[in-house]
């Protein structure tokens, strides 16, 4: 056996009191949804989740959140190409920017979002002279969706690049491949499970979506109130609803963590 195998075979133990501080952090993040679980009215949870209000809201929730992940993939794909693969000076200012919606608060989002397509917004001044409002509508909540959840796959796609390196792209264009072929035919197909972890994880942030939203779109039923914002307005009114809807959206988000999970793991092998 060699020494690099008897390294290899050696494991690290950890200091025992770092279990502590890790136990607390599980707590802290375990212990509010066991509460909330345990608040639950039972038997009549599938009444309260298949309210009209409730149904209307969870359908508009799912139709714009794909609706805006699939915006997310035509923007974010070549987005994170660039970010990864080009030395364009000043690039690094803009991923910066481009990045910002991952630690602004979603309402600051919402109010830039209004300053920019509102009817005296930047582009919504003239957009409204041609007839488009897009402000309170269903399309704002698409892009308020897009606007946090883009940086979220442009992240997962950059990172997966970067870690997947250049050096196959370099054989196939060695080898007389366009750059768009090498695209096409080598990159892509080396980074799907990266684009899928991040389209994923954009449709979780799209579904879960509320500050923005509410700023930039309101809360129109049918049009604009979407899962979030229901639970919102039913905390006050039906604090049983607003507990079973949330209890919809934490089964959602452990689907969808577990799927990214399983998917990053099956990835790295």
Known sequence: MTTERRQADVRVGLPLWIYLPALVGCLLVVLPLVAMGAKVDWGSFVQLVTSESAVAALKLSLRTAFASTVLCVILGVPMAIVFARSNVRGLSVVRSLILLPLVLPPVVGGIALLYTFGRQGLLGEHLEMMGIRIAFSTTAVVLAQTFVALPFLVVSLEGALRTAGQRYEAVAATLGARPTTVLRRVTLPLVLP????????????????????????????????????????????????????????????????????????AGAL
């Not at 389209?199 to 500050?211: I, K, P, S």
């Not at 923005?212 to 639970?231: D, H, M, N, Q, Y």
């Not at 809807?245 to 990053?264: D, F, T």
Request: proline share 3%.
């Open 194 to 265: 990266g684009l899928v972890s991040g389209a994923v994880l954009a449709f979780a942030r799209a579904l879960g979506e509320f500050g923005a939203t509410l700023t930039f779109a309101g809360s129109l039923e049918g049009v604009t109130r979407t899962l979030p914002l229901e639970i919102y307005l039913q905390r006050e009114s039906d604090p049983d609803a607003a507990v079973a809807l949330s209890l919809v959206l934490v089964v959602v988000a452990i689907v969808i963590v577990v799927a990214v999970r399983r998917r990053s793991s």
